[in-house]
């Protein structure tokens, strides 16, 4: 199943090589939640694998961007030690243009089209 989720891009890391045949890149993006009294800042790190390492690339820390990502858990054991983990591996990243829409004063004034004589013709048939 996969989610999203829009927020600030805080930081991006390195891509590390954890294996001759594995690497990952993390990133940390700030989504504010609204509750009755307070706002709250959440700061979710993500992680791209493999070839998506490049997607956060294009982006800079203060850009508004739209995360796409999947929920995995993983399951460890060392030592007799169980240990449990979750990622957020990101697969796709767009990016959010939070601008104002177009004022009417910055639109470009309509034009008729050539021939309009602005005299109303009655061609309805009732």
Same mark, same amino acid.
């Given at each position: 199943?996969?989610?999203?989720?829009?927020?600030?891009?805080?930081?991006?890391?390195? =891509?590390?090589?954890?294996?001759?045949?594995?690497? =990952?890149?993390?990133?940390?993006?700030? =989504? !504010?939640? *609204?509750? &009755?009294?307070? !706002? /709250?800042?959440?700061?979710?790190?993500?992680? !791209?694998?493999?070839?998506?390492?490049?997607?956060?690339?294009?982006?800079? &820390?203060?850009? !508004? /961007?739209?995360?796409?990502?999947? #929920?995995?858990?993983?399951?460890? *054991?060392?030592?007799?030690?169980?240990?449990?983990?979750?990622? #957020?591996?990101?697969?796709? /990243?767009?990016?959010?243009? #939070?601008?104002?829409?177009?004022?009417?004063?910055?639109? &470009?004034?309509?034009?008729?089209?050539?021939?309009?004589?602005? *005299?109303?013709?009655?061609?309805? &048939?009732?």
């Amino acid at each position: 199943m996969g989610f999203d989720v829009t927020g600030k891009l805080i930081v991006k890391f390195d =891509t590390v090589q954890k294996s001759e045949s594995f690497k =990952t890149r993390e990133f940390v993006v700030e =989504t !504010t939640e *609204e509750i &009755p009294g307070k !706002t /709250i800042n959440n700061f979710l790190k993500f992680q !791209t694998t493999q070839d998506k390492t490049s997607l956060i690339e294009r982006f800079q &820390p203060g850009e !508004t /961007i739209k995360v796409h990502f999947n #929920l995995r858990g993983s399951k460890w *054991e060392k030592n007799g030690q169980t240990s449990y983990f979750t990622n #957020l591996d990101a697969w796709r /990243i767009e990016s959010v243009n #939070l601008q104002p829409a177009t004022s009417s004063a910055n639109m &470009p004034a309509f034009q008729p089209e050539a021939g309009y004589s602005g *005299e109303q013709v009655d061609d309805l &048939p009732f």
